[in-house]
C-alpha cells in the first residue's frame, strides 16, 4: 500500500505565478482534503473533495481551487500567488465511513 | 463550532521519564479527538484517536490519551520518553460534516523536547 502521495515534494514560485499541486489517496479512500501549514504553525483546512466536488471550503480565499478526478486523486490549484502562501501543503485521504485521516509527505511551496 | 487548545507550546523532558503534553477541546457536540506527531519535514502520523468508544485510548509507540469530557480534556501521555519521540504534536478535533470524514481542526502544536 502506497498510502497517500503528493508531487512534487518542494516547489520555488514567483510571486504572482500560479501553482498545482498533486494528490494521490490511500487505497481503498475516495474522499481528499488538503491543508496548508504556514511555520511553526498547525495545518488550517483548506477544503474537502468527495465525489469530485468541493464538500467543505475553511477560510481561503477564491485563489486556491481544486480538482478531484474520478480515480479519486486530486490537484490543488493556487493563483497570483503571494508570498504568504509560502508553506507546506499537505494531503490528507479518508473514506467516507471512516473517521480517520491519513497524510501524504507535503508538498513545500516557496514563493520569492 | 469546534475548537482545540494545546496548553504548552513546548515541553522539555529527559529520557526515561514521563510525558504529559496537554489539550483542552470545545466541541458542539460528541467529538472525535486525535493527536498525530509530526518529525521535522515530515507529514503528520496518526498517534491514537478517540471516537466516542473507550475513554482511555492507546496508540502507537507506548502513548496513551484519556478523553475526560466534565474537564474537556484529551491529553497524551507517555511513562517514559525516548529520544526518537522528540518531534511536533498536534492536538486535532474533527468537525463532522454530514456522515463524511469532517474537517480536521488542529491545534498550535507542542514541541517535545527529549534530553539525554
Known amino acids: 500500500d502506497a498510502g497517500v502521495t503528493q508531487s512534487p515534494t518542494h516547489l520555488i514560485k514567483t510571486r504572482g505565478q500560479q501553482v498545482t499541486l498533486r494528490c494521490s489517496p490511500k487505497?481503498?479512500?475516495?474522499?481528499v482534503s488538503w491543508y496548508q501549514q504556514a511555520l511553526g504553525q498547525g495545518p488550517q483546512f483548506i477544503f474537502q473533495y468527495y465525489e469530485e466536488e468541493e464538500r467543505q471550503r475553511g477560510n481561503f480565499p477564491d485563489r486556491f481551487s481544486g480538482h478531484q478526478f474520478p480515480n479519486y486523486s486530486s490537484e490543488l490549484n493556487v493563483n497570483a500567488l503571494l508570498l504568504g502562501d509560502s508553506a507546506l501543503y499537505l494531503c490528507a485521504s479518508s473514506s467516507r465511513q471512516g473517521r480517520e485521516a491519513f497524510f501524504g509527505q507535503g508538498t513545500r511551496l516557496t514563493v520569492v | 463550532a469546534q475548537s482545540v487548545t494545546q496548553l504548552d507550546s513546548h515541553v522539555s523532558v529527559s529520557e526515561g521519564t514521563p510525558v504529559l503534553l496537554r489539550c483542552n477541546y470545545s466541541?458542539?457536540?460528541?467529538?472525535?479527538l486525535f493527536w498525530y506527531v509530526q518529525h521535522p519535514n515530515k507529514g503528520l502520523q496518526l498517534l491514537l484517536k478517540y471516537t466516542s468508544a473507550a475513554t482511555l485510548v492507546k496508540g502507537i509507540n507506548g502513548f496513551e490519551a484519556e478523553f475526560k469530557k466534565s474537564e474537556t480534556s484529551f491529553h497524551l501521555t507517555k511513562p517514559s520518553a525516548h529520544m526518537s519521540d522528540a518531534a511536533e504534536y498536534f492536538c486535532v478535533v474533527s468537525a463532522r460534516h454530514s456522515s463524511n470524514t469532517g474537517k480536521l481542526i488542529f491545534g498550535q502544536g507542542t514541541t517535545l523536547q527529549v534530553k539525554p
Open positions: 487505497s481503498g479512500h475516495d474522499t
Open positions: 466541541s458542539s457536540y460528541s467529538p472525535s
